[in-house]
């Protein structure tokens, strides 16, 4: 259910069964020459959508911006400092606490929002015993979707050692699946740059000047994106209920 599509009624009556909330998170950042900007959104809400169904949770809306400065040098990123994503976090989370949630598990869409989400728990940890009933109680779990066992399992079989680091097959391929009318037709000749690593976003563009790294996102596909998404949400669906229902 997403919170966006249900009445206040709904909610308290929700909440009365369940304390627990998914919260999609991605970035709005180059993903390649066929890769959407949005793809790490698309990514996180496809995902929670398709969790939430199995285990009738309540879906957060989409943090769809995240922390991507060493994407700035390709147009159409857009990024948060690293501080203003952990205050973003943490206001959410401690807004939907008030209300009485107490469980919060964030589906991720994007690597370069981890550093973020973990300060914005302890933020949340250090603040809500403070200034709430049961804020001790709040805990915050991250599931980066990519590290699941089936992302992992089929990423080998779909993709080999090919799927990449940075606009991987992989998320390309459920990005696709999500939105197959906005598939790119784009030739790619090669697989993008390996990974090496990561610094400022001049320096990313000099190391993977079209944007991936270590990825044949021209191996991406619907099909494929169907796959994963079958298999990833289910994984995520049984996480959340793991994480719910721990005492
Ligand atoms: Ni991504």
């Known amino acids: 259910m997403r919170l966006q599509l249900m009445s206040w ?6 909440l009365e069964d369940s304390e627990g909330v998914i919260v999609p998170i991605g970035a709005t950042e180059q993903h390649g020459p066929n890769g959407l900007i949005g793809t790490d959104a698309i990514c996180a809400e496809t995902l929670a959508w398709r969790s939430a169904e199995l285990t009738h949770s309540a879906v957060a809306p989409t943090l769809s911006v995240g922390m991507s400065e060493h994407h700035m040098a390709f147009p159409g990123s857009i990024s948060l400092r690293p501080m ?13 606490a008030r209300h009485g949630f107490r469980r919060f598990f964030f589906i991720n869409g994007h690597g370069g929002n981890t550093a973020s989400l973990d300060a914005a728990f302890f933020e949340v940890y250090t603040e809500a015993p403070r200034i709430m009933d049961r804020g001790d109680e709040l805990r915050c779990l991250t599931a980066d979707w990519w590290d699941t066992p089936s992302a992992l399992r089929l990423s080998e079989e779909l993709f080999g050692d090919r799927d990449g680091d940075h606009a991987t097959a992989s998320e390309v391929s459920v990005a696709a699946a999500a939105w197959p009318d906005h598939v790119k037709r784009v030739e790619l000749a090669s697989d993008g740059a390996p990974t090496t690593r990561l610094f400022g976003p001049r320096d990313f563009r000099r190391r993977y000047p079209d944007g991936r790294m270590g990825s044949a996102s021209q191996l991406a596909s619907v099909q494929a994106g ?8 289910k994984d995520l669906a049984e996480a959340y209920r793991e994480f719910v229902e721990e005492e």
């Not at 009624?9 to 929700?14: A, D, F, G």
């Not at 203003?84 to 939907?96: A, E, G, I, K, Q």
């Not at 169907?226 to 949400?233: L, P, Q, T």
Request: zero cysteines; proline letters at 4%; hydrophobic letters at 50%.
């Open 9 to 14: 009624p709904e909610v308290e009556r929700y």
């Open 84 to 96: 203003t994503l952990v205050t973003v976090v943490r206001d959410v989370v401690l807004s939907l």
């Open 226 to 233: 169907e796959r994963i998404i079958d298999a990833v949400a």
